[in-house]
């Protein structure tokens, strides 16, 4: 079996625990994190919107914004590694999130991903990567409360019932 | 035909502002076009000598501005920023968020906007993420600050500079009235941004990282913080701010031991000669014709209707060739009638470029021509948060210029 595991910073702790308690011993994991690469390019293209501006470039001894976000995503994917305990392949991807995923998961068994919304039954518990990555990813989901699963009351009421 | 190549050469010098050619810098399209119109008499010596005049000192205000602000970065001031902002969030995402929107207000108010976007907005990414934090929000929350806390003082935007120079206000009574606006735009921004990134901003602290208490630069705070209170004093001591920046900048490059090289450089001298000639290139085309036809559009008066037509005129032309020409354009008819128009000009000059992602729509269809490829930048994203913010943002502060109006 192969199987993906989504690592977000939110809800990794969940990810790799759900993982090692459901995925059998061999099972071929892959950790997944994915950064978004638009909001380091927003960050550092700002000056250029700037009409006119042509302020000196930053010092060369600063780390350029890429390279902290890419050595960020490594320390994650390496506290996720030693969380799961087991052999397990880290891959960190760049682009845009959903399809980045979407992507990662071809040719695996099974997915493990967490819920990202509201911690209460119904749709808004999945924010929209999460939800986007859940209804494309082309193999079986696991999908994981990030805290003990909300009770049965938090179900939002039928339609028309207030 | 003097008003057509006016025009022209505007046009000229703002399509080389954006589209930065790198045969033709902006600068020098600038600087050309007002050799042109020289040369060709639509401008006479004496005009030019006037503009320059009138600029001269808001362009040296500039400078020290920005020598004032690289002195700051180089004392460190940005990098205990972000680790104060790391420390006071606790590593929680919403409380990041709001630990950003007070530092990034106060930075766009006390050292301009140019200072946010430049030096602070990099910070604040490498903060979120050594924080485990999604710095969207962060990033976003200062681009858009950049622009819409840059309503307080005459030196947290240039547009506030050219206009403080032209109507002459006193530094206090200019913040005094845009208090209330600015904090008005804050709070709009805060509830959007807040509502819309929710998702995001959920959730505990995700770093075990245990955060660093910051070393604070109390030399260069304390040189921003007595600068500021000559600003205030300016009017009474009868000392212009732009020589209480100049005195902050020496300061700091001589504390931070500065190569004259590094300080010209700071100063960005292609700015401002682009600065400068630009003023001059509109003083002409404002001289033929241009003027006439913005007074044609713009009302008289400063009830609150006029006052949110002339805010949303300014945001519209902002939007449409960016707020430093927009100023520049529209500055002349709003001085003539009076103080509160001006100040609604600046309201709509200084939130409207929220409305894009990259300030103005010409730059946008610009980005979009030159980087068709660039899937990357998620322009709708953006934009749907400008429409969440502008609108709402530019009433409700108007609004508010004209209830400060009233009482003070």
């Known amino acids: ?162 | 035909m003097s008003e057509a190549v006016a025009l022209i050469v505007l046009a000229a010098s703002l399509v080389a502002a954006i589209a930065r050619p790198r045969w033709a810098p902006d600068w020098a399209v600038a600087a050309a076009g007002v050799a042109l119109l020289l040369a060709t008499g639509i401008l006479s010596l004496h005009g030019a000598r006037s503009a320059v005049n009138e600029l001269g000192p808001t362009v040296g205000f500039l400078a020290a501005l920005l020598v004032l602000a690289d002195g700051c970065r180089r004392a460190g001031m940005f990098d205990a920023l972000g680790a104060a902002m790391a420390l006071g969030s606790r590593g929680r995402p919403a409380r990041l968020l709001a630990m950003v929107f007070l530092v990034a207000a106060v930075t766009t108010a006390v050292l301009s906007l140019d200072a946010t976007v430049v030096l602070l907005t990099p910070i604040v990414f490498a903060t979120a993420a050594r924080l485990r934090v999604n710095p969207r929000p962060d990033v976003y929350a200062c681009s858009h600050l950049a622009n819409s806390a840059s309503l307080l003082l005459p030196v947290s935007n240039l547009t506030n500079l050219l206009a403080f120079q032209a109507t002459g206000l006193s530094f206090t009574r200019f913040g005094g009235l845009m208090l209330l606006p600015w904090l008005v735009a804050l709070l709009v921004e805060w509830l959007v941004l807040r509502r819309s990134f929710a998702d995001d901003l959920r959730g505990p602290a995700r770093s075990t990282r245990v955060a660093e208490r910051p070393e604070l630069p109390w030399f260069a705070l304390a040189v921003v913080a007595l600068a500021l209170v000559g600003f205030g004093l300016s009017a009474l001591i009868g000392i212009a701010p732009a020589w209480i920046a100049a005195g902050g900048a020496l300061v700091l490059v001589l504390r931070e031991r500065v190569p004259p090289a590094e300080i010209a450089r700071a100063a960005q001298p292609t700015f401002l000669v682009f600065v400068l000639a630009l003023g001059i290139v509109v003083h002409a085309a404002s001289q033929h014709g241009l003027s006439s036809a913005v007074a044609d559009v713009i009302p008289h008066g400063t009830t609150l209707p006029v006052l949110l037509a002339v805010a949303g005129i300014s945001a519209v032309l902002a939007n449409l060739v960016n707020n430093l020409p927009a100023t520049l354009i529209i500055l002349p008819v709003a001085v003539s009638s009076g103080t509160g128009q001006v100040l609604a000009m600046l309201v709509g000059v200084n939130i409207g470029p929220n409305l894009t992602y990259v300030g103005s729509l010409a730059t946008l269809l610009w980005r979009r021509i030159a980087h068709a490829h660039d899937q990357e930048t998620d322009v709708g994203e953006f934009t749907r948060l400008g429409l969440r913010t502008v609108p709402l943002a530019l009433a409700s502060s108007t609004l508010a210029l004209w209830l400060a109006l009233q009482v003070l």
């Open chain 1, 1 to 162: 079996m192969r199987a993906v595991v989504w690592i977000t910073e939110g809800t990794w702790e969940a990810c790799v625990d759900q993982a090692a308690a459901f995925l059998p011993p061999d099972a071929e994991v892959t950790l997944l994190h994915v950064a978004p690469s638009d909001v380091e390019e927003f960050a550092a293209r700002g000056p250029a919107r700037l009409l006119g501006r042509h302020p000196p470039p930053p010092p060369p001894g600063e780390p350029p914004l890429r390279a902290i976000a890419d050595e960020e995503a490594e320390a994650l994917l390496a506290d996720a590694l030693a969380r799961f305990g087991r052999p397990a392949q880290t891959v960190p991807r760049r682009g845009r999130i959903e399809r980045e995923v979407v992507a990662a998961c071809a040719g695996a068994d099974l997915v493990v991903l967490a819920r990202d919304g509201e911690p209460r039954l119904g749709p808004k518990s999945l924010g929209k990567h999460t939800r986007f990555a859940l209804d494309h990813v082309p193999c079986q989901v696991l999908l994981v409360w990030p805290e003990p699963p909300p009770g049965i009351e938090t179900i939002p009421p039928p339609p028309g019932h207030h």
